[in-house]
Nanobody, 125 residues
Framework: QVQLVESGGGLVQAGGSLRLSCAASGRGFSTYAMGWFRQAPGKEREFVAAISSSGGLTYYADSVKGRFTISRDNAKTTMYLQMNSLKPEDTAIYYC??????????????????WGQGTQVTVSS
């Protein structure tokens, strides 16, 4: 069993920065890949970024590439999402999730299990 808890969301002006955290409990954090997703009102959940179990591989959605950085600290069983140059279109609830299956990332949220409760990010213009 894995429990994930996101934190770090909030209200920020366009151009600002936020750092999200995803704290994991349960065994084996260093053995599984993870990802960040987001969901805006009235829209489907969309992939944001993914990171391999060691942290050596990362993958980003085109919409956040160059602005967001995903990382993890396996000793602290925590994953992060550093978000810079935020835009109003980044406003959403952000979720972290544990990747299932053999490949280390997927854009499909159905290939992730054990989701956190989400943290709200609001970017004002």
């Amino acid at each position: 069993q894995v429990q994930l808890v996101e934190s770090g969301g909030g209200l920020v002006q366009a151009g600002g920065s936020l750092r999200l955290s995803c704290a994991a409990s349960g065994r084996g954090f260093s053995t599984y890949a993870m990802g960040w997703f987001r969901q805006a009102p009235g829209k489907e959940r969309e992939f944001v970024a993914a990171i391999s179990s060691s942290g050596g591989l990362t993958y980003y959605a085109d919409s956040v590439k160059g602005r967001f950085t995903i990382s993890r600290d396996n000793a602290k069983t925590t994953m992060y999402l550093q978000m810079n140059s935020l835009k109003p279109e980044d406003t959403a609830i952000y979720y972290c999730a544990k990747k299932s299956g053999s490949w280390w990332y997927s854009l499909n949220p159905n290939e992730y299990v054990y989701w956190g409760q989400g943290t709200q990010v609001t970017v004002s213009s």
